[in-house]
């Protein structure tokens, strides 16, 4: 996981960072700093070195992750 945080305080332009590191808070419960993993890969994906067909399979992965992670936050968070 230091290697993904370290990656993205660094401002990687790779989503696949933001996605694992997303995960990785996910599987740790820490649903907060998983959202906002979220968030910062889809920022992300406008300045990313990838081609529009990869944009679009990484929005589509992050929007079901952001999905996911507000499934499973309490109410009122």
């Known amino acids: 996981m230091d290697s993904y ?5 660094e401002g990687a332009l790779t989503p696949f960072t ?11 419960s820490r649903l907060p700093q998983a959202l906002g993993c979220v968030q910062e890969g889809i920022k ?8 529009l067909p990869q944009e679009i399979y990484f929005w589509f992965v992050f929007q079901r992750l952001k999905r996911k992670i507000i499934r499973r936050m309490p109410p009122g968070f």
């Open 44 to 51: 992300v994906l406008k300045k990313a070195r990838t081609n």
């Open 5 to 9: 945080e370290k990656g993205v305080k």
């Open 18 to 28: 933001y996605q694992r590191l997303c995960c990785l808070h996910l599987e740790a």
